[in-house]
């Protein structure tokens, strides 16, 4: 899976990390026709009050599932937002965003996913 790891804010305890769909879930992808979109936000000292919400970049809201905290090797926690799309939409080089906001955030932090040609 292919991913870029973006920096939230300055100084924040909070990064995320962005997963695209690639070839390693092709087969799912051409199955079900969805593409996941992954939003990984790390180095979480609580999880209470973690907001992830994905939305295209036409500002249309996905629905975002938070999956559950998983502990860090350094007594962190991550979590994954994560929302489908329609594999066509993702293909056709459709722009998404997606918006963490979480109380060790001075401001919510943006990251945004495309398809670049070719991948």
Same mark, same amino acid.
Not at 48 to 68: F, H
Not at 74 to 97: P, Q, R
């Given at each position: 899976?292919?991913?870029?790891?973006?920096?939230?804010?300055?100084?924040?305890?909070?990064?995320?990390?962005?997963?695209?769909?690639?070839?390693?879930?092709?087969?799912?992808?051409?199955?079900?026709? +969805? &593409?996941?979109? @992954?939003?990984?936000?790390?180095?979480? *000292?609580?999880?209470? #009050? =973690?907001?992830?919400?994905?939305?295209? %970049?036409?500002? +249309? &809201?996905?629905? @975002?599932?938070?999956?559950?905290?998983? *502990?860090?090797?350094? #007594? =962190?926690?991550?979590?994954?937002?994560? %929302?489908?799309?329609? &594999?066509?939409?993702?293909?056709?080089?459709?722009?998404?965003?997606?918006?963490?906001?979480?109380?060790?955030?001075?401001?919510? %932090?943006?990251?945004?996913?495309?398809?670049?040609?070719?991948?």
């Amino acid at each position: 899976m292919a991913c870029s790891t973006v920096r939230c804010c300055c100084n924040a305890p909070v990064f995320g990390r962005l997963c695209k769909p690639g070839c390693s879930i092709f087969a799912d992808t051409f199955l079900t026709k +969805a &593409a996941a979109l @992954t939003c990984r936000v790390s180095n979480l *000292p609580s999880t209470e #009050g =973690l907001r992830v919400r994905w939305e295209r %970049a036409d500002g +249309a &809201a996905l629905e @975002t599932a938070l999956g559950p905290r998983a *502990p860090q090797s350094n #007594g =962190l926690y991550s979590v994954d937002g994560t %929302a489908s799309v329609c &594999a066509d939409e993702w293909e056709k080089g459709y722009g998404y965003v997606c918006t963490v906001t979480h109380p060790d955030l001075l401001e919510p %932090a943006q990251a945004r996913l495309q398809r670049q040609d070719g991948a």
